[in-house]
């Protein structure tokens, strides 16, 4: 069974950096592109960055880019989320996911992503 776990979220002061985790365990799962998303309290969940399965090609949404970077080590199965410059509209819970083809370029729809962990809590104080 595929298992998506995220860690390293906690409470940071606007300007501060935190590096998120997601550990997956599962066969073949090293191989899916990843992506992350990010959802506050009474929001739609939305899009943060996405990563091939490779690591070599990345995207991000416009609110982040410039201050977050996804990166991934497939030999440790994990996926990080390095979140520099942060300001209090970036509190949310962070969850990871996988989906997309073996092999594959990122994916960008939410629908597209097969297996999700359960988040870690981000919060910016100003």
């Known amino acids: 069974q595929v298992q998506l776990l995220e860690s390293g979220g906690g409470l940071v002061q606007a300007g501060g950096s935190l590096r998120l985790s997601c550990a997956t365990s599962g066969r073949a799962f090293s191989s899916y592109p990843k992506g992350w998303f990010r959802q506050a309290p009474g929001k739609e969940r939305e899009f943060v960055a996405a990563?091939?399965?490779?690591?070599?090609?990345?995207y991000y949404a416009d609110s982040v880019k410039g201050r977050f970077t996804i990166s991934r080590d497939n030999a440790k199965n994990t996926v990080y989320l390095q979140m520099n410059s942060l300001k209090p509209e970036d509190t949310a819970v962070y969850l990871c996911a996988a989906g997309g083809k073996v092999y594959g370029d990122y994916v960008l729809n939410l629908s597209d992503y097969a297996v999700w962990g359960q988040g870690t809590q981000v919060t910016v104080s100003s």
């Open positions: 990563i091939n399965w490779s690591g070599s090609s990345t």
